[in-house]
Nanobody, 123 residues
């Protein structure tokens, strides 16, 4: 079992920045690829970004490419999502998730999920 707790969400104006954190506990953190997903009101949950267990490779949804950066600190059992140039359409609940397999944008590959943190971007 892997337990994930997100933090760092909040209210920010368009153009601003936030840094989300996801603290993991339980099984060995660096055995897992990690992902960030988000769900806006009335919409399906969607992929945002993922990072390989080693941190050597990451992928991003087109909507956030160039604005968001995912990173991880395996010694601290934490994955981060740095979000810059935020837009109102980034408003959503952001979830981190752990995947024991390869890095992927498929939600079904992720076995463990946090409860999410709310990000609200005002115009």
């Amino acid at each position: 079992q892997v337990y994930l707790v997100e933090s760092g969400g909040g209210l920010v104006r368009a153009g601003g920045s936030l840094r989300l954190s996801c603290a993991a506990s339980g099984r060995t953190f660096n055995n897992y690829a990690m992902g960030w997903f988000r769900q806006a009101p009335g919409q399906w949950r969607e992929f945002v970004s993922a990072i390989r267990w080693s941190g050597s490779y990451a992928s991003y949804a087109d909507s956030v490419k160039g604005r968001f950066t995912i990173s991880r600190d395996n010694a601290a059992n934490t994955v981060y999502l740095q979000m810059n140039s935020l837009k109102p359409e980034d408003t959503a609940v952001y979830y981190c998730a752990a995947n024991p397999g390869i890095m992927t944008n498929r939600q079904t590959a992720y076995d463990y999920w946090g409860r999410g943190t709310q990000v609200t971007v005002s115009s």
